[in-house]
Structures are given as C-alpha cells and as structure tokens.
C-alpha cells in the first residue's frame, strides 16, 4: 500500500513489541469509499426486503385506483373527441353553440357585477366593524350642560363582553370580505372561460380546417386515454403478481458484491497501518511525516535485539585457521573490560578487497575474508552498529 504519512510513532533506537503500530498512512479517502459502501449494502438490503416482501395492500389499493380515473379520463375525452366530430359534421350545432356561449358569457358578466356590488358591500361592512372595535377599545369621551346646573363630562367605557363581541363581528366581516372576493374571482374566471370557448368555436365554423385539426388533436388524446387505462390494468396485474425470481436473484448478487466490495475496502485500510512483524529494535528510519510512500520502498528497519552478529575481515594468512563454531570474545568501546562470548556462524568462501573502514593501510592493500560471528544479546546491550574487535579463541595451529 501506498500513500501520505499521517504519523510516526518510532524512531530509530526504540524498542518495539511485535504488531506494535510503526507508521500510519493518510485513510481519508478509503475512509470515504468505506462509508459508501456501507451505504450501497444497507440501500440494497432494504431493497432487496421490500421485494421479498411484495406490495403492501395499501400500494395496491393505490395501483388500482389508477383504473377507474385513467377509465374516466378516457370516457370524457371520447366524448370530447365524438363533439369535435359533430361539431366538425354538423354546421348548425355549431352555430347553436355560439349561441349558448354568447348568453353564458352575458350571464356570467351579470354575476361579476353582482358579485362586485356584493364585494364592495362587504368591505363597507369590515370598515365599520373595524371602527366600532376601535371605539370599544378606547372608549367615549362624552359632556352636555344642564340649564341650571352647568356641564356635565365623563368617558364611558365598554365592557370586556361588548369589546369581544366588536372583535367578533369585526373578524366576521373580513371573512365575509374574503368570500365576495372568491365568489367574483370565480365569476371572472368562468367568464374568460367561456371567452376562451367562444372563440375556439369561431375558429371552428370560419376556418374548417380548424375543426379537421381540432378532430385530430381530440382523436389523439382520447387514443393516449385508452393506452392508460391498459397500463393502469397492466401495473395491477404486475403488483399483485409479486416480484419474479431473476428480480431477487439480481438484487442478491448486488448485495454480496457489495459486501465482498466492503471486505476488501476494510483490508486495505488496515494495511494503512503499519505494524512491527517481530518484537525488536528500529535499527533505521527513513520515512518522514507528510511524505509519500511509495509501494515496495522501505520505511522502517527493524530488528531482533537477541542475536546480533559481527562482520570480520581476516587476512589470508590467518583464514586457515579458522573453522566452523569456533568461539570469539568480542570487545566494544562501551564495556572496554568485558568479552562478550561468540562463535563463527559462516566463513566466506571467497576473497575480496579489504573494506574502508579497516583501521591499518597494511590491511587495506590485502585481500580479505569475511567471517560471521554470531553473538547473544538477550539483555540488549550491543547496539547495531557499534565498532568492536574480535579476539579468536582456539584457533587452528
């Protein structure tokens, strides 16, 4: 896995457990795509539910209540269509239709105006009951002058009854307000729809075309009608029948490939963590926080603090000498007094030049043998990377 570094928690030297959490990469975006899959599973699952468990009866009872509306719908407009055609066939019904359009419309007029006069009445009425309200609010100041006593003033007011009862009739009046308003908008709304047929009408009988054209558009629509009412006939039937086999069958395969999807997502998230394969030490560190890491390049170097082993370059003159398990005492700067018991582990088969960090110039320009030597560590105290001199016990004359 690969990504940006969100967190280190080692550094080079510490002592780490096994499994322990060394670096953490960036999840917000596997995170992300987690969240949504988890949201795909449950989608599908309440799918997959509502199609094992079929319509309820009140989404029937809705389905087929589409079929009486779509069947009425088709009557009305088959009756349309039929006018059209007699209107179409039959001159003379249309003249009486004109006819009966113009007296409508005289009528519907006459109503406005009654409804206009009633309306401004009614407004008259909520002024009044507005200004006796506000009068029961406030009072009346009232004075006379009684010959021979002199004048008299004082101010009356109303009681709490009379003042709600103003606020009643006052509230009436605006809702009777309210209602001529309705009533005359409702008069000039049938009225413009009568106008609208008045002149569909005169289209009809001055261009004939107009009614061949209005047939068909009619025609059309009554045949659209008919087509729902199947559909509508056509979904009952379907709803009550219940859902078919390769229905379920598609919504399970989603539902597993989305939870096979979502298992995948978590593995990769928990590989965004890195954890420590054995318990040891971080022998090096080269990841940084905010970096990105590249899959396959190396992070962290760990080790295991129990065995650590010592290189030794051996001049050929002396690599005959040596054998397999033979034992060395090894010394380092740290504990100068102290041999740390060892034995040779692996001795090399060919020669190779000497390594800089050889201390003489006389051992530089020989070749050289490397030689493993494998030491205990069980308390830790030799570090990786330490320099250290070996001393060859028993070795061969």
Known sequence: MGG???????????????????LQLDTSLID?????AEAEISLAQAQLAQLKAGAPEAEVAVVAATIPLAQAQQAAAQQAWQDAILLRDNPQELNAQI????????????????AAYIREAAELGEGLGEEFWAT???????????????????????LEGDKQQASVEWNLASM??????????????????????LHTLLDLR??????????????????AKTVAVDVAKSNLNLIKAGPADEQIALLES????????????????????LLSPIAGTVMERVAHKGEVAVPGAALLTVARPEKVTLTVYVPESDYGRLRQNQK?????????????????????????????????????VSTVYAIKVTLPNDDGRLKPGMPADAVFVEAIK
């Open 206 to 223: 001055d261009n004939p075309l107009e009614a061949e054209i209005k047939v068909t558009q009619v025609g059309a629509e009554y045949e």
């Open 254 to 273: 989603q539902v597993s490939q989305s939870e096979s999807r979502l298992e995948t997502l978590k593995t990769q998230r928990e590989k965004q963590t």
């Open 4 to 22: 940006r570094i969100e967190t280190i928690t080692v550094d080079k030297g510490d002592a780490i457990e096994m499994e322990q959490p060394l």
């Open 136 to 158: 029961t609010q406030k009072g009346i100041d009232w004075s006379f002058t009684i010959p021979g006593i002199g004048k008299k003033s004082g101010h009356y007011s109303f």
């Open 328 to 364: 060395v005492e090894v010394y380092v700067d740290s504990y100068p007094d102290e041999p740390f018991p060892g034995s040779i582990t692996a001795i090399g088969s060919e020669a190779e030049f000497t390594p800089k960090n050889v201390q003489t110039k006389e051992e530089r």
């Open 32 to 36: 992300a795509e987690i969240s949504q």
């Open 99 to 114: 006819d009966a359009v113009y007296s409508q419309i005289e009528m519907l007029e006459l109503q406005m105006e009654q």
């Open 176 to 197: 009777q307000v309210w209602e001529t308003w309705v009533d005359w908008e409702n008069a000039k709304n049938s009225r413009n729809s009568a106008q609208s047929a």
